[in-house]
């Protein structure tokens, strides 16, 4: 529109535009704390001439003005799908860390609490033994330590076994969790798409559409994709999980009951996606990644290294008591027994007479030879030092995993970073932003308030004769 009233409407244009403007930044401002928030941006363009010219007049006007041509959302979908893969990575590897840090805990090792410090006080006994083999109180102290140590074993297995149902428990949870998200994925891709259909705004719905997809990422090392609406697809492993509006589920196909406790069959994890058929998925990241990957693995091979020195204490020991005599100048039997299955295994102490203890080499009746006593000492050192490799191991893997969790974590933070720089609020522009809609709102309107007095000179003092 041209002419002195379409100077009006150009105004008043940039009013409602540096109104919105102002609106925006405030909005921005009150969301500064707000997770997963990303800051807008008022795009304007000016309006021109009509696309379609007329048949016989012609636009004598200059530009009608401005208007709002987009709301944007400062966001870089190559930067998030990124933030997206190395959250995964990163909470792989502090579940990872966190697990084997407990074990490691519950070793008490190197201060001596365990099940070392506990060998020590069995190999001493037999020593104190042969220099009294004729000591009952010595007999009795074997027979104490020997029993301690076999708790000691115990408790380092309850402690892997403690670890491996918690770890079940946990990983539940994950899929459980993981299953939700999915479903209010596929409820928020759906409102998107109205959204666009109808022209609101859609704002909202993608930040809390990228927060869903960024825990998903967390708990199971998903990649998430845009698809044509404005949603997110979602895999696992390869496989489906969300697709536009519909989800599919992650489940246990096997290794775990409902209530968590192990079924004898190795882990294994599925994905049903929409409208398909159970598919078996492997290679996770993610928390229930780094679950899958302690249960299956890692944590067996714990417990079974724990049980391996456990089988070489007995096998040693025992090879050493039967070659003795005990107080009685008889044959000296096995001492200790391995049962994985016992309540208080897998070491079982199968002597519990301290007369039957086969301190002595000679046999044949009673006597106060305390050889074979020695020899049962000196057996323990080559199982200590297999015990003593497990823990050096073990340490070796913590503190392998926590650098590279720590290496993971400057990565993660760099990324993190620039989508902060990108997306974050910064009270300084958005002041700045306002103050400069503040300003050009206060021109427009004194563009307005020129044309009110422009038209007042023509409406009511031209022609007039004095």
């Known amino acids: 529109m041209s002419g002195t009233f379409g100077s009006v409407n150009t105004a008043l244009s940039a009013l409602r535009y540096h109104q919105t403007v102002m609106d925006v930044a405030s909005g921005n401002i009150a969301n500064v704390s707000t997770d997963g928030y990303a800051r807008r941006r008022v795009v304007g363009e000016a309006v021109g001439a009509p696309a379609q010219p007329a048949m016989w007049s012609r636009y004598d006007g200059h530009g009608d003005g401005v208007r709002v041509g987009s709301l944007d959302r400062l966001v870089d979908p190559l930067l998030d799908a990124r933030a997206r893969r190395e959250h995964g990575t990163q909470s792989y590897l502090d579940t990872r860390t966190a697990a084997l840090a407990r074990v490691e805990a519950s070793l008490g090792e190197p ?43 115990a408790v380092q297995r309850r402690s892997v076994e403690s670890e491996e149902g918690d770890q079940r428990m ?80 992650l489940d246990v196909s096997a290794g775990i009951n409902p209530d968590g406790t192990a079924d004898g069959a190795p882990l294994a994890l599925s994905v049903t996606p929409p409208g398909g058929a159970a598919t078996a998925v492997a290679g996770l990241r993610g928390q229930a990644g780094g679950r899958v ?57 199968l002597v519990t007479d301290p007369a039957l203890l086969a301190a002595s080499g000679v046999g044949g009746g ?27 191991v073990l340490g070796s893997d913590v503190a392998s995993t926590r ?5 993971q974590q400057n990565l993660t933070g760099q990324v993190d970073g620039s989508r902060e ?3 974050g609020v910064s009270l ?31 409406i009511n003092r031209t022609g007039l004769v004095r």
């Open 366 to 392: 009673p006597n106060r030879d305390g050889g074979n006593a020695t020899a049962v000492a000196n057996a323990l050192a080559g199982p200590e030092q297999s015990y003593q490799r497990f823990v050096t």
């Open 403 to 407: 650098r590279l969790a720590a290496t």
């Open 293 to 349: 990957e302690l249960l299956s693995t890692t944590l067996p091979a714990l417990r079974s290294s724990l049980q391996g020195v456990a089988q070489q204490v007995a096998d040693a020991v025992n090879a050493a008591h039967r070659s003795g005599y005990d107080a009685q100048g008889t044959p000296g039997g096995p001492l200790l027994g391995v049962d994985p299955a016992a309540p208080g295994g897998p070491l079982v102490l």
């Open 428 to 458: 300084d522009e958005e002041m700045v932003t306002m103050m400069q809609a503040q300003r050009s709102y206060e021109a427009a309107a004194r563009v307005m308030t020129t044309l009110d007095s422009v038209l007042d000179t023509l």
């Open 111 to 153: 201060a001596g609490d365990g099940i070392s410090g506990a060998l020590a006080d069995v190999r001493s006994a037999w020593h104190d033994l042969a220099n009294n083999p004729d000591s009952s109180a010595a007999r009795t102290q074997v027979l104490a330590t020997a029993t301690g140590f076999v708790d000691a074993v």
């Open 421 to 423: 720089q990108l997306s």
């Open 170 to 249: 946990a990983l539940l949870a994950d899929l459980d969790q993981a299953n939700a998200l999915a479903s209010d994925l596929a409820a928020t891709n759906e409102a998107i798409s109205a959204a666009r259909l109808t022209g609101n705004d859609a704002s909202g719905l993608l930040d809390a559409r990228d927060q869903m997809a960024l825990r998903l990422s967390e708990l199971t090392g998903s990649t998430a994709v845009e698809n044509g609406q404005g949603g997110l697809d979602v895999t696992v492993g390869g496989v489906a999980l969300v697709a536009g509006n519909r989800a599919g589920r």
